[in-house]
């Protein structure tokens, strides 16, 4: 299946007039959908119909070859999770992505969506209930286990969170260099690989400094970077917050393409309800601390549930 042809990236150097601080999060969810706003449920529901009858279906899991058995576990699980910080933060989550399957949590502010990335890649710990990667619950791991867990995972952060100081090509090497035994001719030739994928020119990026690039390419780097790898789940952190709609929609399709082309199963946090719904195999919505939607797109926006209607309306 073709990828459509991506937005031709802005010349390194002169960016594309990226906002001063191009993954800025304050105000984020409303710059997404500007048409939405102050518009009735209904005109936006009709909007995210038309962008998913206008995409391919991002419910299958897509052309890569399965590499699970039918009766395989999912591979990334939450169950019965809970978690209080100085208050409770996340209560009886359960959740689940199978092999090829999108997972977007969506939610507002506040309402603990990087912490759920966060127990999933066992940074964090839950005081109750089961993470389970694989079909292995990851909970009571060492941390040289959680080490070799976290190697399956790809990780791009809210904000991008490349390493100012570090070109391009060291930002996508770092974690091949931390991680792998790999030598210095097979990680340049990983960089490239992975560069070409995001649609970067290798030789055009690899020695610039992350401050010369768009946000929008800084985004690409920082997919490029967390899947250089080979991760088979990729977790994705507002992907889309503070870029334009057509680099929302690049980017959007780059994700898309990763499950497609290579079966990574990911979990993205996104809120950005239209990106949400091109990419996801199934929406989870978080709500005062509890998942109170998990379904597909088609099954949210048919909800008659108000806080869903609201949620959807008001995004
Ligand atoms: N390490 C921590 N210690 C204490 N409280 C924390 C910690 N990390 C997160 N929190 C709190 O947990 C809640 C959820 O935070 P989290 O960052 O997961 O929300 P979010 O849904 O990702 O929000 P946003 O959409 O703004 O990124 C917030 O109230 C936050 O202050
Ligand atoms: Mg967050």
Redesign the pocket.
């Known amino acids: 299946m073709a990828d459509r042809p991506p937005t031709k990236p802005p010349t390194p150097g002169t960016p594309a007039a990226p906002p001063a601080d191009p993954d800025r999060?304050e105000g984020d969810r409303r710059t997404d959908l500007p048409a939405a706003e102050g518009r009735k449920t209904a005109s936006v529901r009709q909007a995210i119909r038309s962008e998913l009858e206008g995409d391919e279906p991002p419910t299958t899991p897509g052309d890569a070859p399965r590499t699970r058995g039918p009766d395989a576990p999912p591979v990334v699980q939450m169950e019965d999770v809970s978690l209080a910080?100085?208050n409770p933060?996340l209560e009886h989550i359960t959740l689940a992505a199978n092999e090829g399957e999108t997972v977007v949590l969506v939610?507002e502010?506040?309402?603990?969506?990087?912490?759920?990335l966060k127990l999933i890649l066992r940074l964090l710990v839950p005081d109750a209930g089961k993470v389970l990667i694989d079909g292995d619950d990851i909970t009571n791991l060492s941390f040289e286990e959680a080490l070799k867990v976290r190697q399956k995972m790809g990780m791009v952060f809210?904000g991008a969170a490349l390493f100012d100081s570090m070109s391009v090509f060291e930002n996508i090497a770092y974690p091949l260099r931390e991680h792998t035994q790999m030598s210095e001719d097979e990680i340049a030739g990983r960089v490239r690989e992975k560069l070409q994928f995001v649609d970067l020119e290798p030789d055009r990026v690899m020695d610039q400094m992350p401050a010369e690039l768009s946000g929008g390419m800084r985004k690409r780097v920082g997919i490029a970077r967390g899947m250089a790898n080979n991760p088979q789940i990729m977790l994705y952190d507002?992907p889309t917050s503070g870029l334009d709609p057509l680099t929302t929609g690049t980017i959007t399709r780059l994700i898309m393409k990763l499950q497609r082309e290579l079966g990574v199963t990911s979990v993205v946090?996104s809120?950005d309800i239209r990106s949400a719904f091109r990419m996801a195999s199934k929406v989870a919505l978080?709500h005062e601390r509890r998942i109170s939607f998990f379904g597909t797109p088609e099954e949210m926006t048919a909800s008659e549930d108000k806080y869903i209607q609201d949620f959807l309306g008001g995004l």
């Open positions: 999060r910080f100085e933060i939610g502010s506040g309402t603990g969506k990087s912490t759920a809210q507002e946090v809120h978080l």
